[in-house]
């Protein structure tokens, strides 16, 4: 019903920064609540940023607080994650995610997914 697509993802070095980008079919874009989560091999997928009621809402977890800025524009059925300040830590594969009922950080809650993009930070 909906169709994620994330772009934006690459190799830069520490200190740097990137700016994803995730388009979304459908005609109810405005009303998601749209999230970014990352994952590394080995590991759970984890909650990164979302962006609720049409972006009036934005939450991030801890770890990129003042680095990461979630961004949406619904006219393109868009969503944005600009990284800056990119440490090595931060590398993995991120997804972008809807949320047709809710504005939440659990992954179990999101209806809908993309199927990543890589971002790799050198140290």
């Known amino acids: 019903q909906v169709q994620l697509v994330e772009s934006g993802g690459g190799l830069v070095q520490a200190g740097g920064s990137l700016r994803l980008s995730c388009a979304a079919s459908g005609r109810a874009f405005s009303s998601y609540t749209m999230g970014w989560f990352r994952q590394t091999p080995g590991k759970e997928r984890e909650f990164v940023a979302y962006?609720?009621?049409?972006?009036?809402?934005?939450y991030y977890t801890d770890s990129v607080k003042g680095r990461f800025t979630i961004s949406r524009d619904n006219a393109k059925n868009t969503v944005y994650l600009q990284m800056n300040s990119l440490k090595p830590e931060d590398t993995a594969v991120y997804y972008c995610?809807?949320?047709?009922?809710?504005?939440?950080?659990?992954?179990?809650?999101?209806?809908?997914w993309g199927q990543g993009t890589q971002v790799t930070v050198s140290s």
């Open positions: 962006s609720a009621w049409s972006g009036v809402s934005t």
């Open positions: 995610a809807a949320d047709r009922n809710s504005a939440t950080r659990e992954k179990r809650s999101y209806d809908y």
